[in-house]
C-alpha cells in the first residue's frame, strides 16, 4: 500500500468518525470538562472575553463558556453536522445570543484579515491539533 492510499484511507476514515459523533451528537477531547476549565483560568475567560474555539464540535464547551462566563463565543468545525447540532445546543440551552458556529477549516478561517477581526478574539480555544 502506497503512503497516498494510506493517506487517503485514514482520512476517510476520520471523516466517517467524526460523522459518527455529530450523528450522535457527543464529541470528546483529552482531559474533559477538567481540562476545559484549566483552559479557560489560563485565558483569563470573563464577561469581556470574546472566544474562538476551533474544532468546536457538537458546540459543547462554546455553550459552556458562554453560559458560564457570559462571554460572547465563535465556535469553527469543518463538519457541517456537528455546526447544526451545536446550533441546536445553544438554543436548547439558552445562549444562541451568545454564540456563532460557522463551518470552517482550522487552516482557513471564515475571518477577514484586513479588518483584524481574527484579532478580535481575546482568547482562542484549539482543543484539536491543528497540522
Same mark, same amino acid.
Given at each position: 500500500m502506497g503512503t497516498k492510499q494510506l493517506s487517503e484511507e485514514i482520512s476517510e476514515v476520520e471523516s466517517s468518525y467524526f460523522e459518527l459523533q455529530a450523528y450522535w451528537g457527543v464529541t470528546k477531547h483529552m482531559g474533559g470538562l477538567k481540562a476545559t476549565r484549566e483552559l479557560i483560568e489560563l485565558c483569563h475567560i470573563n464577561k469581556g472575553k470574546y472566544v474562538l $474555539? =476551533?474544532?468546536?464540535g457538537v458546540g459543547k464547551t462554546p455553550c459552556y463558556v458562554a453560559?458560564?462566563?457570559g462571554c460572547r463565543v465563535v465556535g469553527v468545525d469543518i463538519s457541517e453536522r456537528m455546526v447544526d447540532r451545536a446550533k441546536e445546543r445553544a438554543k436548547r440551552e439558552g445562549v444562541e445570543n451568545r454564540v456563532e458556529f460557522r =463551518?470552517? $477549516?482550522?487552516?482557513n478561517l471564515p475571518f477577514d484579515r484586513?479588518?483584524? &477581526? &481574527?484579532r478580535s478574539f481575546k482568547s482562542p480555544l484549539c482543543p484539536r491539533k491543528v497540522a
Amino acid at each position: 500500500m502506497g503512503t497516498k492510499q494510506l493517506s487517503e484511507e485514514i482520512s476517510e476514515v476520520e471523516s466517517s468518525y467524526f460523522e459518527l459523533q455529530a450523528y450522535w451528537g457527543v464529541t470528546k477531547h483529552m482531559g474533559g470538562l477538567k481540562a476545559t476549565r484549566e483552559l479557560i483560568e489560563l485565558c483569563h475567560i470573563n464577561k469581556g472575553k470574546y472566544v474562538l $474555539d =476551533v474544532g468546536c464540535g457538537v458546540g459543547k464547551t462554546p455553550c459552556y463558556v458562554a453560559k458560564m462566563y457570559g462571554c460572547r463565543v465563535v465556535g469553527v468545525d469543518i463538519s457541517e453536522r456537528m455546526v447544526d447540532r451545536a446550533k441546536e445546543r445553544a438554543k436548547r440551552e439558552g445562549v444562541e445570543n451568545r454564540v456563532e458556529f460557522r =463551518v470552517a $477549516d482550522a487552516q482557513n478561517l471564515p475571518f477577514d484579515r484586513r479588518r483584524n &477581526l &481574527l484579532r478580535s478574539f481575546k482568547s482562542p480555544l484549539c482543543p484539536r491539533k491543528v497540522a
